[in-house]
C-alpha cells in the first residue's frame, strides 16, 4: 500500500509527492533532519528529538517550521495515516525554495517533509550476532554536531563497508575515534567502564546516546565522556552503537580482529534491555 507523505503542508500518496527543484534542502543540502523511531504505534525519544531539531535549526539560521504542539500532531499523523506499528518516521526541514544563489534569501518559506519507514526495530538480528565494521577516515564537513543532509561521505563509507561483506564504518580523525557511520560510539574497558567521546563539533549529539549515559548512572553502571582512540578501540572488551533505529548493537569485529571475545559482551547486553525496557515505558 502507497504511503502518505507530508509535503509543506499537504499529504499527498508517495507516488506523487514531491519538492521543488529550486529547494535548498536539494540544491545546496541547506537542511537538517531528524528520525524518531516507533515502537507499537508510539514514538520513542520524541520530546529530545524535538529539542535536537530546534538546536539544528537555530544553528544554521532557519525558521520553525510550525509550534512545538503542531510538529507532535504532524508525527501523530504520520503514524496513524500509515498504519506504522513499528519502524521510524523521517523530518526533513529545509531552508525552503528560491533561485539558486550562494547567498541565502532570508524571504525563502522554510519546506518541511515527513513519512515513515516501517522496519525491525526490537527484534533486530544483529543484536544476536554483532556488527562487524572497518575503520575509515572521517572526511565529512566539520559541523557534525548540527544534523544536516550533508551524508554523502557517510553514505560512501558505510557502503564501502557492506561491499567488503561488513556492516558500518568507524570513522576516525587524527588517530581517534568520532562515531560510526549513523551512530554513536562506545566500548566497554577492561575495568567495565563504558566510555564515548565527548561532545564536540566532530560527532552528533546522539538522542539514544544520551539516553544510556543517563540510563547508566541511574543503574550504577560506570560511564564516562573520554576520547577513544584506535589502540583504544582495538584493546576494549566490548564495543557498541547506539542510535534511533538500531537502539543498542553490539561490535564484535573491528578491522578484522574480535572485540573481546567476539561475541554480544553482558554490559552491551545489559543496556539494550535497559535502554528498551526505558524507552517503551516513556513512549508517547
Same mark, same amino acid.
Not at 500500500?1 to 500518496?13: F, K
Not at 541547506?30 to 515502537?39: F, L, N, P, R, T
Not at 566539520?142 to 564501502?160: E, F, H, M, N
Not at 563539533?201 to 538522542?207: K, N, R, S, Y
Given at each position: ?13 508517495e507516488g506523487?509527492?514531491?519538492?521543488s ?8 543540502a ?10 507499537g504505534?508510539?514514538l ?9 531539531l530546534?538546536?539544528?535549526?537555530k544553528e ?14 504532524l ?13 521510524l518516521?523521517?523530518?526533513? !526541514?529545509?531552508?525552503?525554495?528560491? $533561485?539558486?544563489?550562494f %547567498? &541565502? ?8 517533509? +515527513?513519512?515513515t519507514?516501517a522496519?525491525t526495530?526490537?527484534?533486530?538480528p ?13 572526511r565529512?564537513w ?19 563497508a557492506?561491499?567488503?561483506?561488513l ?6 580523525e ?6 560510526a557511520?549513523? !551512530?554513536?560510539?562506545?566500548?566497554? $574497558?577492561?575495568?567495565? %567502564? &563504558?566510555h564515548?567521546?565527548?561532545?564536540s563539533?566532530?560527532? +552528533?549529539?546522539?538522542?539514544t ?9 541511574d543503574h550504577a553502571?560506570p560511564?564516562?565522556e ?5 589502540e583504544a578501540?582495538?584493546?576494549a ?11 543498542v548493537?553490539?561490535?564484535v569485529?573491528?578491522d ?27 513512549? &508517547?
Open positions: 500500500m502507497a504511503r502518505s507523505v507530508y509535503v509543506n503542508g499537504v499529504w499527498q500518496d506523487v509527492a514531491s519538492i527543484v529550486f529547494d535548498r534542502g536539494f540544491l545546496f541547506d537542511a537538517v533532519y531528524e528520525v524518531a523511531a516507533v515502537v504505534g508510539k520513542i525519544d520524541y520530546e529530545a528529538h524535538a529539542r535536537r530546534s538546536r539544528s535549526l544554521l539560521a532557519i525558521a520553525e517550521p510550525m509550534p512545538a504542539a503542531e510538529l507532535l500532531e508525527h501523530r499523523q504520520a503514524v496513524s495515516r500509515n498504519g506504522l506499528e513499528e519502524g518516521v523521517y523530518l526533513q !526541514a529545509t531552508r525552503g525554495a528560491a $533561485d539558486r544563489d %547567498v &541565502i534569501d532570508p524571504n525563502a518559506a522554510p519546506g518541511l517533509v +515527513l513519512f519507514q522496519k526495530v526490537l527484534a533486530n544483529k543484536a544476536q550476532t554483532g556488527l562487524k565494521v572497518k575503520c575509515m577516515p572521517d565529512r566539520g559541523r557534525r554536531d548540527i544534523k544536516t543532509v550533508q551524508l554523502l561521505y557517510s553514505s560512501l563509507a558505510k557502503s564501502q557492506v561491499r567488503e561483506g556492516d558500518d564504518a568507524i570513522l576516525v587524527d588517530g581517534m575515534v568520532t562515531e557511520s549513523s !551512530a554513536n560510539l562506545h566500548i566497554v $574497558d577492561e575495568e567495565g %567502564v &563504558i564515548t567521546p565527548p561532545l563539533e566532530a560527532l +552528533l549529539p546522539g538522542i546516546r544520551g539516553s544510556v549515559l543517563s540510563i547508566a548512572r553502571i560511564a564516562r573520554s576520547p577513544i582512540s584506535v578501540l582495538g584493546r572488551r566490548e564495543a557498541f552503537i547506539t542510535s534511533a533505529t538500531s537502539f548493537l553490539p561490535v569485529e573491528v578484522g580482529r574480535a572485540v573481546g571475545d567476539g561475541r554480544p559482551g553482558p554490559i552491551t547486553r545489559r543496556m539494550r534491555e535497559l535502554y528498551i525496557a526505558s524507552s517503551l515505558r516513556t513512549a &508517547i
